[in-house]
């Protein structure tokens, strides 16, 4: 695999697999993303019922083969995401807080970097994460973090999407979207948009074509979001589609299709709001 984005010829209107047999395998895989200059891609992939994360380099012009970056004998590692200033990864996992313990339910974690090692895994506090479970995340320009937690509230079937904003590096009370973005359904896997412009989601929905779809809302000029709607087909099949990421130029949506890494342009994205 040689080149940016792999050497992958550039998806239109019509999705198409991503890396076929490099990335997107026999194997599971979830959340991915590419680093901001392009050179390095993390994704989540499923390993006898138990998740990992997974890295590869653009050394030169050459990707070298995925290897594990980050597991645990006992606990599953996924949805992995880097802060805007890439010292950060953060991910989900059912890691007990003192990391000996049983599982618990999923918490938002994140490793830092030190020089050119990384720290042990640290929870991401309880401001963000409660006695339920919490799932993805992607950051606002201004940090701020978007995810979904079925904690924060009294309904335990019920995954809606929060956000926290950063205030001197520490998250703040994580606060619900409202009814434009989150129903009774499940809303989860949310991609936020780095300028808060539109958000991306994963529903399950009675206008849904599968078993799980993903839906976009487009911010208002008075900070409102608009209703969310079906992003329809191609993109959105009879399969669960989830784990959607932006890549940082803004070209590509990427997400994930019958566990395989899928990719779109995001021209899909501006048909979508032309015709809303």
Not at 30 to 37: Q, W
Not at 234 to 261: A, M
Request: aromatic share 16%; net charge negative.
């Amino acid at each position: 695999m040689n080149g940016a984005y792999m050497g992958q010829k550039p998806p239109e209107l019509i999705p198409s697999m991503f890396a076929p047999n490099f990335i997107s395998t026999e194997e599971s895989e979830f959340g991915s993303f590419f680093s901001t200059d392009g050179t390095e891609f993390y994704l989540g992939v499923d390993v006898n019922g138990k998740s990992e994360i997974r890295y590869s380099k653009m050394i030169g012009t050459e990707w070298s083969k995925p290897k594990t970056f980050l597991s645990h004998e006992r606990y599953g590692y996924n949805d992995p995401f880097l802060s805007n200033d890439e010292n950060r990864l953060y991910f989900i996992s059912e890691r007990a807080l003192d990391g000996v313990g049983d599982l618990k339910d999923v918490d938002i974690w994140y490793i830092q970097k030190n020089d050119k090692t990384w720290s042990e895994p640290i929870n991401a506090g309880p401001n963000i994460n409660t006695d339920g479970n919490e799932y993805y995340i992607s950051f606002t320009n201004e940090d701020t973090m978007y995810f979904s937690s079925n904690g924060h509230n009294s309904k335990k079937d019920d995954h809606d999407i929060y956000y926290s904003k950063n205030v001197g590096g520490i998250f703040q009370k994580s606060i619900p979207l409202g009814d434009a973005i989150n129903t009774p359904n499940y809303e989860g896997d949310v991609f936020i948009a780095p300028d808060e412009s539109y958000i991306i989601f994963c529903s399950t929905r009675d206008d849904g074509f599968g078993q799980g779809d993903l839906y976009i809302s487009f911010k208002n000029s008075d900070d409102s979001w608009t209703t969310a709607v079906n992003m329809g087909e191609p993109l959105n099949t009879k399969n669960y589609e989830y784990c959607p990421f932006v890549s940082k130029d803004g070209n590509y949506l990427f997400y994930t299709s019958n566990q395989d890494i899928f990719w779109v342009s995001t021209d899909i994205i501006n048909e979508i709001k032309n015709k809303m």
